[in-house]
């Protein structure tokens, strides 16, 4: 095993592509002999004369991040030969979106149990305490029905708030459907 230590081993695109590995191959650095298919993946959907001329033409220092760039697109090229590294990003997009709907209604629901707590000048119910705060464990069922917050929707008890009409649905003048629906005549 000792002389395999003071062998150089040709990298990893060298050795596929069956060539002498030069002192100063331009693969040698980003595609060691231990990550074979890393290689492979990039020479099948991009072929190693177009990789070794993108690495030529752009500055040493880029390099890496662009070999990396090159291994992880032709991978996700590998898995899904359609979309690619699209599919992977199409995934995390529609996840942050998930994740911000979340946020969003965590913050609401956050705003909404600290204007709760904040003392709103109605009338203390008989037994409560003034120090302990509205949250939904302990409030009143009064202030339920006054705030609206049964059952976690928005509710409006009949009469709440007079409407200058009625609605149709609502009128037990007459069972006939047609009466009174418009000012049109048919």
């Not at 009338?123 to 202030?143: H, I, K, M, W, Y």
Request: glycine share 8%; proline share 10%.
């Amino acid at each position: 095993m000792a002389s395999s230590s003071s062998y150089n081993s040709p990298c990893a695109a060298c050795k596929f592509l069956r060539r002498k590995c030069m002192p100063g191959c331009i693969f040698a650095p980003y595609f060691p002999p231990e990550e074979p298919q890393k290689f492979v993946n990039v020479h099948k959907i991009f072929g190693a004369s177009n990789v070794t001329k993108l690495l030529n033409e752009i500055l040493p220092h880029q390099r890496e991040d662009a070999v990396n760039s090159l291994a992880y697109e032709a991978e996700a090229r590998v898995r899904d030969p359609v979309y690619g590294c699209v599919s992977a990003i199409s995934f995390l997009q529609r996840q942050v979106q998930r994740l911000q709907k979340e946020l969003d209604t965590a913050n609401a629901d956050l705003i909404r149990y600290a204007c709760n707590e904040i003392p709103t000048g109605l009338p203390a119910v008989a037994g409560a305490s003034s120090a302990q705060p509205l949250t939904p464990r302990n409030r009143p069922a009064e202030f339920n029905r006054r705030i609206g917050n049964e059952g976690g929707g928005f509710y409006q008890p009949p009469g709440a708030f007079p409407l200058p009409y009625s609605y149709p649905w609502n009128d037990n003048s007459s069972g006939d459907m047609n009466d009174g629906g418009g000012e049109g005549g048919m």
